[in-house]
């Protein structure tokens, strides 16, 4: 029996990052070494949540979520990259977004928002962001965050006032 070759494709021509979010910290707001938290899309459909921006000896560098039942004394990754390349591309494109995200959007917005479900109350909440109209679209998607019971209802949020501050 004749044994077929294998053609092995590299993992990273298969995976690229489409997405990335980065949530950096405030100043003062640390963690330790983690300097903002981070999810990824790989080919728009699979999404890791929970990467950690860190702030190492060498320097930054992705770290990734850990298994909160693992009751050894290291830790364990739920998930990671098996190849180098594949890791080298997802630490570059969060640590070039989380570089753009802390140089760029320095101009902080006070933002004021409410929903159809909260009867007139407010919700108010302080926003990084480069325009007023980021500002906006990231106050509603933290208030989804924050008010899971409006999340098939996106739309519906009003802005009630955004507020610049230096």
């Given at each position: 029996?004749?044994?077929?070759?294998?053609?092995?494709?590299?993992?990273?021509?298969?995976?690229?990052?489409?997405?990335?979010?980065?949530?950096?910290?405030?100043?003062?707001?640390?963690?330790?070494?983690?300097?903002?938290l981070?999810?990824?899309?790989?080919?728009d459909?699979?999404?890791?949540?929970?990467?950690?921006?860190m702030?190492?000896?060498?320097?930054?560098?992705?770290?990734?979520?850990?298994?909160?039942?693992?009751?050894?004394?290291?830790?364990?990754?739920?998930?990671?990259?098996?190849?180098?390349?594949?890791?080298?591309?997802?630490?570059?494109?969060?640590?070039?977004?989380?570089?753009?995200?802390?140089?760029?959007?320095?101009v902080?917005?006070?933002?004021?928002?409410?929903?159809?479900?909260?009867?007139?109350?407010?919700?108010?909440?302080?926003?990084?962001?480069?325009?007023?109209?980021?500002?906006?679209?990231?106050?509603?998607?933290?208030a989804?965050?924050?008010?899971?019971?409006?999340?098939?209802?996106?739309?519906?949020?009003?802005?009630?006032?955004?507020?610049?501050h230096?």
């Open positions: 029996m004749a044994k077929k070759e294998v053609k092995t494709e590299k993992a990273f021509e298969c995976l690229s990052v489409t997405s990335v979010q980065v949530f950096p910290f405030r100043d003062g707001a640390r963690c330790g070494n983690i300097l903002g981070a999810n990824v899309v790989l080919n459909q699979l999404f890791i949540r929970g990467l950690r921006v702030d190492g000896v060498n320097g930054m560098f992705v770290g990734y979520p850990n298994d909160p039942f693992y009751k050894g004394e290291d830790l364990r990754s739920v998930v990671f990259p098996m190849t180098r390349a594949l890791r080298e591309h997802i630490e570059n494109c969060v640590l070039e977004k989380y570089q753009y995200e802390t140089e760029n959007a320095t902080k917005f006070e933002v004021e928002l409410t929903h159809r479900d909260l009867s007139g109350a407010a919700l108010q909440m302080e926003i990084i962001a480069t325009s007023e109209k980021k500002a906006e679209s990231k106050a509603k998607a933290r989804i965050e924050i008010i899971p019971a409006t999340k098939e209802s996106k739309e519906e949020w009003v802005i009630l006032k955004v507020e610049k230096e």
